[in-house]
């Protein structure tokens, strides 16, 4: 078994394991990714095409993702402004990263993400959540969280996005809606919608999105924005485009995760030992993103079992808030309780994801097997360090429980009943 870690794979043996893997795989592109999205945004679903979007527009700003998403936008970018070209030849565009909560992109990381050729097409900008007078109040989310958005976003006389739809742990599905939120709000809009109140919702959780509270104030934020178009693309294990959806922000969304859901969702297979992974580089870049791939494992394991999380964290902890919330509580259950108690608009950044580590501490052990610069932290934040596969196996057998599930690619899969 290889489960994927930063640019390489972990190999052990699994034999006698049960294998819980996204159907992903199967699906075998039979053109290249450009050509894929060109089909699609040749037949946008709900909407007029994008050409038609850009007539009589002086400005567009294209919504695009950051440098923790593996969107292969060197496949999607080209054919968009393209098309928006094609419309209306005198349009002015911007590409504005959406960072969200992250740290701002790079220039090289542009580099690396965009290519030359269209870094020199567009002036781009990267959002910035921290900058008060960069962003602008919009109105009032359901939530009762205040819509504030980048200028860019909300000054254009077109705005439409890129992205990519994959599970996640939280909001349901990536992608469409989120671009917007929390992908262009300022820090008061995604503190509000992170509330540990929205977090703590049974429906928010990987897969669902009706009833999902964190997914119903993203979709009232996407129309509060009048983002007018997506393109949104489903990649491989090797993230290559396999499908895309074009057109509606709402419709061709859904219609992307509903696609995405038939392939991805698997069925439990309860373990006292569960192993994964998140996906790789750039997805595990950081500690912080891997509370992603271990709700897959939290899943299918045993109450009082242990999960055993793959990841090169390269980027270290990948957020002060979220390192010092761990490492300063006296127990996981004592920092949840704390963050049940924080009203939401007093929400502090990061909470969301120690909340949602502190849940699964709650019930499980975690090891991780990563750097050994990162032992310290990994021990500081309430979890076991082990150097190897085979070490974290030995050590969680030593706790008690020999079943074990792996999960190569936590971050891919929907671990679900069908009943």
């Known amino acids: 078994m290889r489960i994927p870690y930063g640019r390489t794979f972990l190999s052990f043996d699994a034999e006698g394991f049960s294998i819980l893997q996204s159907k992903i795989g199967e699906l075998k592109a039979e053109d290249s990714g450009a050509s894929i999205v060109q089909k699609a945004m040749d037949n946008p679903i709900a909407s007029p095409h994008l050409r ?33 070209r094609e419309g209306n030849p005198d349009i002015s565009v911007t590409l504005l990263v959406a960072t969200g909560f992250h740290r701002l ?15 020199d097409s567009c002036r781009i900008a990267v959002h910035d959540c921290r900058d008060a007078k960069s962003n602008v109040p ?34 349901g599905f990536s992608g469409g809606r989120k671009s917007v939120l929390p992908g262009v709000c300022d820090q008061v809009t995604v503190l509000g919608n992170h509330c540990s109140r929205f977090i703590d919702s049974p429906f928010s959780r990987t897969g669902i999105l009706d009833g999902n509270p964190i997914h119903e104030d993203m979709v009232a934020a996407a129309k509060l924005a009048k983002l007018a178009y997506i393109v949104n693309v489903v990649i491989d294990e090797q993230k290559r485009t396999v499908a895309a959806f074009a057109g509606d922000p709402i419709l061709a969304h859904r219609s992307g995760c509903d696609f995405l859901f038939s392939y991805a969702q698997v069925s439990p297979a309860m ?13 595990d870049q950081n500690l912080y993103q891997c509370v992603k791939s271990m709700t897959a494992a939290e899943a299918t394991c045993l109450e009082g079992g242990t999960i055993i999380l793959c990841a090169e964290c390269a980027d270290g902890h990948g957020g002060e ?45 975690v090891i991780f097997v990563t750097r050994p610069e990162m032992r310290q932290i990994i021990e500081e934040m ?28 936590g971050i891919s899969v929907i671990v679900r009943s069908t009943k």
């Open 271 to 283: 373990a006292d030992i569960v192993i994964t992974g998140n996906g790789g580089a750039p997805l």
């Open 52 to 84: 038609e979007l850009a007539k009589g527009k002086r400005t567009c700003t294209i919504i695009i993702s950051d440098h923790t998403r593996p969107v292969p936008s060197k496949d999607i970018l080209p054919g968009m402004l393209r098309e928006l």
């Open 138 to 171: 919009v109105g009032t989310l359901p939530s009762g969280a205040p819509l504030v958005l980048d200028r860019l976003a909300v000054e254009t006389d077109l705005l439409i996005a890129e992205g990519f739809i994959e599970p996640h742990f939280f909001a």
């Open 321 to 365: 808030g979220f390192y010092h919330s761990l490492r300063d509580c006296t127990s996981p259950e004592a920092l949840y309780a704390e963050q049940m108690a924080t009203p939401q608009d007093q929400t502090l950044p990061d909470q969301w994801e120690s909340q949602i580590l502190a849940r699964i501490l709650m019930h499980h052990r």
């Open 382 to 409: 309430k979890m076991l360090y082990a150097s190897s596969v085979e070490e974290a196996l030995s050590l969680a057998r030593s706790f008690g429980g020999q079943s074990v599930t792996v999960i190569p690619n």
């Open 105 to 119: 992109t790079t220039a090289d990381e542009l580099k690396a993400k965009l290519g030359r050729e269209i870094m």
